[in-house]
Nanobody
Framework: QVQVVESGGGLVQAGGSLRLSCVASGSIYIIRDMGWYRQAPGKQRELVAAVTRGGRANYGDSVWGRFTISRDNARNTVWLQMNSLKPEDTAVYYC???????????WGQGTQVTVSS
C-alpha cells in the first residue's frame, strides 16, 4: 500500500507563485512515476505535470512554460513550482504516484489552489 500526501496550496493573486509538495510513503518500492493532476469545478481531471524515475517530464499544454516539476527519487518526493498563475489555474491539485506496469495508481486527497484576479 502507498500513501500520498500533498501540501502547499492556498490563495494567491494572479501573476503570483506557489510551490506544491508531495510525499509518498508505505510500499514505496512500487512507485515508478509521480506527478500532478488538477480538477476544477465542473471539469474533468487533467494532467498538469508528470515525471518518471529517470527524470523525463511531461507537461499539460495549459501550463507549459509556467510550471516546473521536480523529483527526489530517494525520498519519493515531488514538487510543482507554479509561476505566473492565472485564475484559470484555480483547481484542486492531486498528487499521483504509481506503476503503470503493475496497473497500480495512488492518489493524494488534493490541495486547493485559488488564484484571484
Amino acid at each position: 500500500q502507498v500513501q500520498v500526501v500533498e501540501s502547499g496550496g492556498g490563495l494567491v493573486q494572479a501573476g503570483g507563485s506557489l510551490r506544491l509538495s508531495c510525499v509518498a510513503s508505505g510500499s514505496i518500492y512500487i512507485i515508478r512515476d509521480m506527478g500532478w493532476y488538477r480538477q476544477a469545478p465542473g471539469k474533468q481531471r487533467e494532467l498538469v505535470a508528470a515525471v518518471t524515475r529517470g527524470g523525463r517530464a511531461n507537461y499539460g499544454d495549459s501550463v507549459w512554460g509556467r510550471f516546473t516539476i521536480s523529483r527526489d527519487n530517494a525520498r519519493n518526493t515531488v514538487w510543482l513550482q507554479m509561476n505566473s498563475l492565472k485564475p484559470e489555474d484555480t483547481a484542486v491539485y492531486y498528487c499521483y504516484a504509481g506503476n503503470s506496469g503493475l496497473a497500480l495508481d495512488y492518489w493524494g486527497q488534493g490541495t486547493q489552489v485559488t488564484v484571484s484576479s
